[in-house]
Antibody, heavy 125, light 107 residues
Framework: EVHLVETGGVLIQPGGSLRLSCAAS????????MNWVRQAPGKGLEWVSI???????YYADSVKGRFTISRDNSKNTLYLQMNSLRAEDTAVYFC????????????????????WGKGTTVTVS | DIQMTQSPSSLSASVGDRVTITCRAS??????LHWYQQKPGKAPRLLIY???TLQSGVPSRFSGSGSGTDFALIISSLQPEDFATYYC?????????FGQGTKVEIK
C-alpha cells in the first residue's frame, strides 16, 4: 500500500535548525513530485515546498532562503531542512505525493496531491 | 503568487442539505484546481482534482465545477461524515497555494 511517514518533529528554540524526514512505501520518491505542506495550530493549510522528479525545487515566500527540500533516492525518503526557525514556523508538517493529471482541453499536464502522511509536529518556542 | 479565496469561511447545514462552497483565484488557473477534505487531527483527503474529476473512492454526492478563476465544490446531500473543513488548492503556478478553508458545521 502506498504510504508516507513523517518523522523529526520536536520542540526547538527560535533560530535553531531541524531536518524532517518523510519515508515512502510502494512508490519511488525520485520519480514523483513531492511536497511539504504545513498547518499552524488552529489555522489552514499552507503549501511549503515542492521537488519535481527532475530535481527542480520551489518554495513558499514565507520559507524561501531558510528551508531546503531534498531527497535520498537510496532511502526513498524526502527531507525538509529547516534553518533559522521562527515561532511562526510552529505547525504540523505533512509530506504529500503529487500525481500527474491530464487536461484534455489544452493537452497539458497538472499535478495534484493524492497521498498524504499523517504529519509531524514542529514547535518553535 | 496566486491568491485563492474561498467562501463562505464557515457554514451551518443539516443532514440532507445541498451545500456549495466557492473558490476564486486571483488569476486564471485553467482547471488546475483541487479540493480536499480535512477532519480534526487528520491529514487532508483529496476529493476532486482537475476541477471536476472525482478521486477514486470518494462518494458521488461530491462534485466540482468551474474553470479559469471561479470554481465550486458541491455536496448534493450532506451526510454526517461530511462535517469537516474543505480547502481548494491551485497547482497552476510553481508556488502552489490553498484557499483559507471552509468549515462545514452541523446546524
Amino acid at each position: 500500500e502506498v504510504h508516507l511517514v513523517e518523522t523529526g518533529g520536536v520542540l526547538i528554540q527560535p533560530g535553531g535548525s531541524l531536518r524532517l524526514s518523510c519515508a515512502a512505501s510502494d512508490f519511488t520518491v525520485s520519480s514523483s513530485y513531492m511536497n511539504w505542506v504545513r498547518q499552524a495550530p488552529g489555522k489552514g493549510l499552507e503549501w511549503v515546498s515542492i521537488i519535481y522528479s527532475g530535481g527542480d525545487t520551489y518554495y513558499a515566500d514565507s520559507v524561501k532562503g531558510r528551508f531546503t527540500i531534498s531527497r535520498d533516492n537510496s532511502k526513498n525518503t524526502l527531507y525538509l531542512q529547516m534553518n533559522s526557525l521562527r515561532a511562526e514556523d510552529t505547525a504540523v508538517y505533512f509530506c504529500a505525493r503529487a500525481t500527474k493529471g491530464y487536461y484534455y482541453v489544452s493537452g497539458s499536464f497538472y499535478y495534484y496531491m493524492d497521498v498524504w502522511g499523517k504529519g509531524t509536529t514542529v514547535t518553535v518556542s | 503568487d496566486i491568491q485563492m479565496t474561498q467562501s463562505p469561511s464557515s457554514l451551518s447545514a443539516s443532514v440532507g442539505d445541498r451545500v456549495t462552497i466557492t473558490c476564486r483565484a486571483s488569476q486564471s488557473i485553467s482547471s488546475y484546481l483541487h479540493w480536499y477534505q480535512q477532519k480534526p487531527g487528520k491529514a487532508p483527503r483529496l476529493l476532486i482534482y482537475g476541477a471536476s474529476t472525482l478521486q477514486s473512492g470518494v462518494p458521488s454526492r461530491f462534485s466540482g465545477s468551474g474553470s479559469g478563476t471561479d470554481f465550486a465544490l458541491i455536496i448534493s446531500s450532506l451526510q454526517p461524515e461530511d462535517f469537516a473543513t474543505y480547502y481548494c488548492q491551485q497547482s497552476y503556478s510553481t508556488q502552489w497555494t490553498f484557499g483559507q478553508g471552509t468549515k462545514v458545521e452541523i446546524k
